[in-house]
């Protein structure tokens, strides 16, 4: 299964091979030479509002639609590791976070 970036990719890729060149594909779909470049070379990594409105533009879907609430690996983890309080579910939510955090940062 492809990856969002590479399903971007290779439509840009696919345009940009008929349109002949970035000047005359960003003429044509009104998205910036720069960000036609960094999504056919897939040099971006968490998608900003240029590669959001190309995505819309391609109509690919950034962000998955799935559900939080009905994941099961993750709820059966916290299940098992919460001890019930408030206190300690707002530290298991600021943990997922830095740990988020960090793994967007170590790619």
């Given amino acids: 299964m492809k990856t969002?970036?590479?399903?971007?990719?290779?439509?840009?890729?696919?345009?940009?091979?008929?349109?002949?060149?970035?000047d005359e594909l960003s003429q044509k779909t009104g998205i910036s030479r720069s960000t036609l470049f960094r999504i056919a070379n897939q040099e971006w990594q968490r998608p900003g509002r240029a590669i959001e409105e190309a995505a819309k533009k391609y109509d690919v879907q950034l962000r998955s639609q799935n559900d939080a609430t009905q994941c099961e690996p993750v709820l059966k983890v916290i299940s098992e590791i919460w001890d019930g309080t408030d206190k300690h579910a707002k530290a298991l939510a600021d943990t997922l976070k830095k740990v988020h955090t960090l793994a967007l940062y170590s790619r």
């Fill in 4 to 22: 969002v970036k590479e399903q971007l990719s290779k439509l840009v890729k696919r345009d940009l091979e008929e349109a002949g060149s970035y």
